[in-house]
């Protein structure tokens, strides 16, 4: 393995200020230096006034006690007697109340930011849990090895793909993040390091990846990457309309690395909804188009949502009619990330933000299902701006609270209006408990205890694995009613 430095990332010392999601500064006072060569073993900062800090929908939002910034993956946790309960953030990438802790002690974890080594014959990337997968792909892609699995930003920290078991395009291939994590340590909040893996700390391993932050910190973790020939895929485009043919579809790629749908939801009342399926694979190429270029991002969040529903059916349109349905070739970050072209764009939907409604459905009853959600949301005079599907394998995580599961997930960004919203994402967790799906918590802040427990049965198993220490706003809101597990 080559070992790199402190300091010596792909990055080096040049990562932003911590920013919260919305992109703007935290007040975290001061900055532990990465420059000199002594971890500092106190030299994590507090804030004084700490802001409000949104999740990535801006709703919900929840005020910490205290935020304090890690620089270095040897230091100690706060202790618990003054900060309690704790949590790690990464990038704040996720939507709902997971990475949220209303009046405890949210722990910064961008300054870690480090690869620790990297065995380019094998493709095994040790690292800190707090770098972006963006940076580790400028390193790895260059070199013929990919992330195995990535979501639809490259925005996230290997412990924020960890803490959500993400899933990508490719996971009825590959699975979920967690099925190519090798080890990683955990720093519990009593002081002990445990390097978990599959062999070792077996259960903590397990009740880590998907653990949503609470099981302890993870300080670095160690991947096996895949072999890519480049950055280019070659991706087709199918239009299609309505689930029966999404399925076939799904059914007739299902040999392609990686699959996934837009759908247009803003179709006429009555209509099924139309979509636009990609599939794409990597290939030999000498040469393939450039990586999207950055364009301008929202600057600040206005105080009204912006995307109008007649404005999306345009851009709609436009999406359906330039479907590329002949193989082209496509650069993996235009395939991969569409938007992070445009930075801070969560910021479009206002003030008072917008939500995601991920679910996954059985394979059984997935198709009735999907017609009861548009039939409802239809009822609710409320279109998703945004809709995606895909259909997850049966390749079955590591994860205790996994939320992939075999059948097909829909997601759904929906602008929040208030009660409205909240009583149709009630109606639509309802369909999915009346199916046996699951609603993904990354992506949620409404959630009933009573649902949330349905669909994740191993939470008895989880629970004591919890760090004491460690809580969320989105743990102490589905765990509010519960019944300790016997
Ligand atoms: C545009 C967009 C597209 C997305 N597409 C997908 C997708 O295709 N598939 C998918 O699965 N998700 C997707 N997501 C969601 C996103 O991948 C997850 O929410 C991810 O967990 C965010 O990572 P983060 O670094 O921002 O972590 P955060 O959101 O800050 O934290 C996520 C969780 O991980 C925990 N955590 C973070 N770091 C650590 C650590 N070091 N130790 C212990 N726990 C930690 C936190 O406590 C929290 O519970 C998308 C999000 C966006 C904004």
Redesign the pocket.
Known sequence: MSHAGPGTGPQGADRPDDVAPGGDPLPVSTHASKAGSTPATTGNTASATPPALPS?GNHPQAAPARVQALHWRDEPLPTPASAAPM????????YGD??LNHGGTVLL?RGLDRVIAFDCQRGILRCE??ILLDRLLELTVPQGWLLPVL???AQ??V???I??D???KNHHQAGSFGCHVRAFELLRSDGTRLECSPDHHAELFAASIGG??LTG??TWVELQLVPVPGPWLLATDTRFTGWDAFHELSRAHAAAQYTVAWLDALVPSGQPWRGVFSHGDFAALDDGPAPPKARAGVPFTPPLCLPRAGAVRVLNGQRWRRARTDPAPVHYRRFFFP?DAIGHWNRLYGRRGFVQHQCVLPPQVAIDSLVQIQATIAASGQPPLLAVAKTFGPLASPGLLSFPRPGTTLALDFPFRGEPTVALLAHLDAIVAEAGGAVYP?KDAHLSGAHFRQFFPAWQRFCPLVDPAFS?SFWRRVMADAKPPP
């Open positions: 990535w949590l790690a953030r990464g990038n704040g990438r996720s997971v990475g974890t849990a707090g979501p639809g930003t996230v920290t412990g924020g793909a803490g959500n993400i899933h990508g949503l932050g910190l993870i938007l990354a969320s």
